[in-house]
């Protein structure tokens, strides 16, 4: 499936409930302080359409199966089918094999045992911040977290990026230099940098 544009709503929702899953360790830790960084703006998009089905789950899978996941959320495990699948995103639109062990997903489908995915969302959060530092291959990014203060994060440029949103400015990497305000999607996972997927600004 070809990289399509979120809805700014769905979008929303998908980076708040990745939000609220992530758990905290190394790579993992800084990937759910980024998702809790304000969001004064709208999430102008991802990568694939986001179409919630009747239902959704997030966890962090914590084994694989031969027709899915099992995904370990609010202490309780919860198996989740793949042959249904329509997209997974995991930095970039992949197949369902690419999802492994320690990934963090939201997950949209319809409810049973198991759990039937349509749409997966691998790794995700969000950044809203300004450029400190910039370099060939990524930005030293000032943050707000929720909790107060402000923090610098490395982000490092996705061999995926994208620059802007559909009825946003018109970007390109030239716009990024310091002292710019950005909004960024990420993507980031145990023992792994994060990386931005889109980066935009207002």
Do not use: C, H
């Not at 495990?77 to 249904?84: D, K, L, N, P």
Request: glycine share 12%; charged share 20%.
């Amino acid at each position: 499936m070809s990289l399509v544009r979120l809805s700014l709503a769905a979008a929303s929702l998908a980076l708040v409930v990745m939000a609220a899953s992530v758990t905290r360790s190394s790579a993992g830790e800084r990937l759910g302080d980024a998702q809790e960084i304000s969001s004064p703006s709208p999430v102008p998009s991802s990568s694939p359409v986001f179409r919630p089905g009747p239902n959704s789950v997030t966890g962090r899978v914590v084994r694989l199966t031969a027709g899915g996941a099992v995904l370990s959320s609010a202490g309780q495990q919860i198996e989740v089918s793949f042959s249904r699948i329509i997209d997974v995103w995991r930095e970039t639109s992949v197949a369902p094999t690419a999802i492994e062990v320690g990934d963090d997903l939201f997950v949209s489908g319809t409810n049973g045992s198991p759990f039937v995915a349509a749409y997966i969302w691998a790794n995700i959060g969000r950044i809203d911040g300004i450029i400190r530092e910039i370099d060939d291959l990524g930005m030293l990014v000032e943050v707000q977290p929720r909790s107060g203060g402000t923090k610098m994060q490395r982000i490092d440029f996705s061999p995926y990026i994208e620059y802007g949103y559909n009825g946003g400015p018109k970007l390109s990497r030239a716009d990024l230099v310091v002292g710019r305000t950005i909004g960024a999607v990420i993507y980031g996972r145990p023992g792994g940098p994060l990386r931005a997927t889109r980066i935009w600004f207002w």
